[in-house]
């Protein structure tokens, strides 16, 4: 089955810095990538996502690529805010339909 | 519109002890999923229907039983529980199409087990 990898498992910033989470996975027929963010005590939220024909897709301060060649994917954060502090998922659905599997998380913490 | 709705939000069991999770979601999706949080290891998927009428093992299925009652309702079953269970299970809901969709996740259960 799929297996999805995350680094690093915590990031450390200061305040207007950018910030990239990592994550690799297994199963070359995965073809839907999201990103979900969970703040303290709350539920995970879908903040981006991208499906295997795209590159690289953008939404204001965050962007994620796609290197289907080399099974990986990335989340980037620009200018970083307080209230980006958060534990972030990256996520693979493959070819078993419908299956979702996430990564281990990362903690990122933004200093003001 | 209350989305996925998950009950109860806390449970404390002892070893051995039986209880169900309850999952409803009013958004007509069709693929439901059930997830266990644990401190560094992410989201574990336990058991998904893609489908009404259809349910799929995830990583971690042992100890526990599924049922998608209907279109609305799926329910996680932890027939004898154990230490091991003690987690924060959410409860998922998306609309399948093409593989893709947003999961709409539930307010989350946390479970200690003694």
């Known amino acids: 089955g799929e297996n999805v990898e995350q680094h690093p498992s915590t990031l450390s910033v200061q305040e207007g810095d950018s910030a990239v989470i990592k994550c690799t996975y297994s199963d070359s027929a995965s073809n839907y990538f999201p990103w979900y963010k969970q703040e303290l005590g709350k539920r995970p939220q879908l903040i981006i996502d991208?499906?295997?024909?795209?590159g690289e897709k953008k939404d204001q301060r965050i962007a994620v690529t796609l290197n289907k060649t080399a099974k990986h994917f990335s989340l980037h954060i620009t200018e970083t805010q307080p209230e980006d502090s958060a534990v972030y998922f990256c996520a693979a659905r493959g070819t078993s339909y419908g299956k979702l599997t996430f990564g281990q998380g990362t903690i990122l913490t933004v200093h003001p | 519109n209350a989305g996925v709705t998950q009950t109860p939000k806390f449970q404390v069991l002892k070893t051995g002890q039986s209880m169900t999770l309850q999952c409803a979601q009013d958004?007509?999706?069709?693929?439901m999923y059930w997830y266990r949080q644990d401190p560094g290891m992410g989201l574990r998927l336990i058991y998904y229907s893609a489908s009404e009428g259809t349910t799929d093992k995830g990583e971690v299925p042992n100890g526990y039983n599924v049922s998608r009652l209907n279109k609305r309702e799926f329910s996680l079953r932890l027939e004898s529980a154990a230490p091991s269970q003690t987690s924060v299970y959410f409860c998922?809901?998306?609309?399948?199409?093409?593989?893709?969709?947003?999961?709409?996740f539930g307010e989350g259960s946390r479970l200690t087990v003694l």
């Open positions: 991208i499906r295997s024909n795209v």
């Open positions: 998922a809901s998306t609309q399948l199409r093409e593989n893709t969709g947003e999961l709409f």
């Open positions: 958004m007509n999706h069709n693929s």
